[in-house]
């Protein structure tokens, strides 16, 4: 039996030596997984700049927080910036500080309010009394779009959903920001690892 358990836990051992190799595939993973989130979130920050400081400073129907233009500069800058540098493997653990903070913020000022759920699941172990309510709507929703629209091709692309806005993706975000923090850009795979090196 100690032979079988030393054998075992050679081979594990073993095993960490080949897969130290391969460490850097899932910082890559992390980072090619968050670089569309941000590309698109800046973007479309940037595209819409003016609407995005008007919502970022009215306290009646936005986020009414205080210096909405440098607000608004710094979240599009660091989400630009961040999907560039996250592409490419370069300054990963300091550019995931900035886009930390940017998912902090738009938790507690956007997402906070709507509990855990993203997407409203009423049978889902964290559903709130809002995500509760939309059962009844999405069901009434799903009766009249049967009834006057055309169902089939509604849904053909997928399921009808109702958007809860809950952190559940914001949080996600910071814990593979945090992840890059600790591992940074990856062995063999960013410009980190690289630049390092020499």
């Not at 909405?68 to 300054?91: K, N």
């Not at 059962?135 to 089939?152: C, H, Q």
Request: charged share 15%; no cysteine.
């Amino acid at each position: 039996m100690k032979n079988f358990i030393a054998t075992l836990l050679q081979r594990y051992k073993n095993l960490g030596i080949i897969l130290k190799h391969f460490d850097g595939l899932a910082a890559l993973g992390l980072r090619l997984y968050l670089v569309p989130v941000f590309w698109m979130a800046g973007t479309n920050k940037l595209m819409h700049f003016q609407d995005t400081i008007d919502w970022f400073g009215n306290s009646d129907w936005g986020l009414g927080l205080p210096f909405p233009s440098i607000m608004a500069a710094l979240a599009t800058s660091a989400e630009l910036s961040g999907a560039v540098l996250l592409a490419l493997g370069l300054f990963t653990r300091l550019i995931s500080i900035p886009l930390i903070i940017t998912m902090f913020v738009a938790i507690f000022t956007v997402h906070l309010p709507h509990g855990w759920q993203a997407i409203a699941d009423p049978n889902a172990p964290f559903a709130n009394a809002q995500v509760l309510a939309s059962a009844e709507k999405l069901e009434k929703a799903r009766e009249i779009l049967e009834t006057y629209g055309n169902y089939d091709w509604l849904t053909s692309s997928g399921s009808l959903v109702i958007l809860n806005n809950g952190v559940e993706f914001a949080v996600t975000y910071s814990v593979m920001l945090l992840a890059l923090i600790v591992l940074g850009g990856g062995r063999y795979v960013s410009l980190d690892y690289w630049f390092t090196r020499k």
